[in-house]
């Protein structure tokens, strides 16, 4: 395959890769090259006559696997959003083989020697504050990975790692396919009561497309509480519909839940070879937290006054359930949680998520509010490059352009939902910015939003809104990131650091002059009115104690399984011991259940959050003392997304990521404004 689109830099701007091009096929020959070529280059490496230098080694391994980049990038991002039966089969033959590939290197004696060499003497080689970093976080990769061990060890890990790639992708696979099965096919008009007619309509479309005409499909999303619970009038409905929500992945053939205790039973076996009590400690050491006892006392400072909320909530709830039935002894179930909430607020503050939506639709609020935010704080503009192709029809392209009007970089944006993709919403690059390699920042946002019909405008509910602010967050982090190594670029900062900018991003959602910009009636263009965005402001306060707990049981279920020491891992069944660890964290409300369950959980069992989903609620601590700072002092707006971005946004990992926090704000982070946005201080 000659003419395979990987095989050298793409000549489109900013190196997009030339989707239009790209097939299947050139998937797979592309890693193998891509590989082959990178241990050609770590072999030149190490048997270089020269003694180890910085350029030699260091920088070598910078540029080397250039092809393997370029296809793992484009690949992983398609393999996630516009998956199909052959791009499932080349994830399953590449997993294992991508595993043993970064084994090779990072157990590679010969390599680790003149690495460690360089660390020894980095002290003296006249580096510059990034170089040396960049060294001592190679040698702590190095080391971590399992350098230092002998051979029967390695041989060991070898087999892990394959073993644990292989079931992620196999997790990540089912749970598509779980979620995909347990669509809700209603066949009667008043199973749909309560949705808006957009809804309905949508619903309607949903299943036609699914092959059930004259039906409505409620496709599933990858959390636990439904979002569609919170219109739906049919109590039976909801309640189907989040039985077959929290039921994905187990049963008699629940094959998520086996896995699940697999993955951990293999992920705690690895922590023990590596020298570790178990997966969180491992995972924790070369995170901002540093330590299980740090991690472990900011949740159990937390979830004490988050469950005394939701009890106050829930009793408030049950008592409405009541009177509105007539039953004095009906309860309240996690099917009607969401349903009485929406009652309850629209009566408190007259605002209900219907009333919103139209004045939330999706391109006024992409280009008037993200966009827009963005150019207010930092000065940069957009504009749609038509011109440039994506993965998939649905995939937008626009070029990005910093205050001088130079090009900064390209974001694409995928949003709506469709069966091919996987649930949820992230992040991901397509090319990373590097001044040694003279590349710039090709970024995707990825979201589920429900697909209107042809013709009709997409309507976005206030969470979606946040949402689409928080995922570009994570892409100004790559758009703005100045460093000189791809080691270091953009997000390649710890996890419990990296949702930091993401969530600092969602406050521009309700500044006043940004709200005021996109807020504007679909049908009208007339701006939301002042007193109705203020009752919608105060509503979006009711309810924190259900959403601290339901995200805190999601933490502290992924931190129980990670827990584990290696001689207690195996043989679990694994809704018994989610339950316990529920119970015994304190959060095992039945009304409540966590964000994500066991079979279904993927940020941890297919994803990077292993013992790390802590990481939102860390990061918020960080979020919530920067929130502060832009709404204090006498600077302007500008002045300070200037300073943020510059010392904070463009420094990736090439920094210790609480000393950038440090040079941003003058001083360490503060917890007590998180605690006063969750309504957690007495």
Known sequence: MASNPFFERSALPYELPAFAEIDDEHYLPAFERGMAEQLAEIAAITGAAEPPSFVNTIEALERSGQVLHRVARAFFNVASSDS??????????????????????NLDRSLFARVDELYRRRAELGLAAEQTRLVEQYRLRFVRAGARLDAEQQARLRELNAELAVAATEFKQNNLDDTNAATLILGSADEVSGLAAGAVTAAAENARALGHSGSWALSLQNVSNQPVLAQLANR???????????????????????????????????????????????TVEDQTAETVAAVEEMLAQLVPPAVANAEREAAELTAVLRAATGDP??????????????KVRAEQFSVDAEQLRPYFELERVLVDGVFYAAGQVYGITFRERTDLLGYHPEVRVFEVFDRDGSGLGL??????????????????SLVTQSTLLGTSPVVVNNLNIVKPPEGEPALLTWENVRTLFHEFGHALHCLFSNVRYPFFSGTAVPRDFVEFPSQVNEMWMARPEILANYAKHVETGEPMPAELADRMLAAGQFGEGFRTVEYLAAALLDWAWHRLPADAAAGIEAEAFEAEALRKAGVALDAIPPRYRTAYFSHIFAGGYAAGYYSYIWSEVLDADTVRWFDEGEQSLREKGEHFRRELLSRGGSVDPLDAFAAFRGRPPMIEPLLTRRGLTV
């Open 329 to 342: 002894n009906a309860e309240l179930r996690s099917w009607d949680w969401q349903y009485w909430s929406e």
């Open 84 to 105: 199909s039966a052959r791009i499932r089969e080349i994830e399953a033959e590449i997993s294992p083989r991508w595993a043993a590939h970064e084994d090779a290197i």
């Open 236 to 282: 039976s409905v909801r309640e189907r519909l989040m039985t077959a929500s929290l039921n994905r992945g187990f049963g008699p053939d629940g094959r998520n839940a086996a896995l699940a205790v697999r993955m951990a039973a293999l992920r705690a076996e690895r922590a023990a070879l590596l020298g570790y009590p178990d997966h969180a400690a491992y």
């Open 411 to 428: 974001f694409l944006g995928d949003f709506f939902a469709r069966p091919s993709k996987r649930g949820g919403a992230w992040n991901r």
